[in-house]
């Protein structure tokens, strides 16, 4: 089992930034595919960025391509999302996944509870 725990979330303006922090327990960090998504009202939950068990590759949705940036410290059982340029549609509840498989936008085995991002224009 792994338990997530995101943090970070908030209200922010238009063109501002935000850092997701995702901490992680109950099994070696270094060995898992994390993962971030997001769902807005309304929407479906949407893969947003992913990161592999040493960082040395990630994954990026367009929409958030060249504005968010995904990150880990393993020493810390840790992941990131530093959000820059926000808009209005990155408004949604940021969720923390992991996987024990290779980078992916899917089949994740494990979830957070979600964090709150608001994008006031």
């Known amino acids: 089992q792994v338990q997530l725990v995101e943090s970070g979330g908030g209200l922010v303006q238009a063109g501002g930034s935000l850092r997701l922090s995702c901490a992680a327990s109950?099994?070696?960090?270094?060995?898992?595919?994390m993962g971030w998504f997001r769902q807005a009202p309304g929407k479906e939950r949407e893969f947003v960025a992913a990161?592999?068990?040493?960082?040395?590759?990630?994954d990026y949705a367009d929409s958030v391509k060249g504005r968010f940036t995904i990150s880990r410290d393993n020493t810390k059982n840790t992941v990131y999302l530093q959000m820059n340029s926000l808009e209005p549609e990155d408004t949604a509840v940021y969720y923390c996944?992991?996987?024990?498989?290779?980078?992916?936008?899917?089949?994740?085995?494990?979830w957070g509870q979600g964090t709150q991002v608001t994008v006031s224009s």
């Open positions: 996944a992991a996987r024990t498989l290779s980078v992916a936008r899917s089949g994740y085995d494990y």
């Open positions: 109950g099994r070696t960090f270094s060995s898992l595919t």
């Open positions: 990161i592999s068990w040493r960082g040395a590759r990630a």
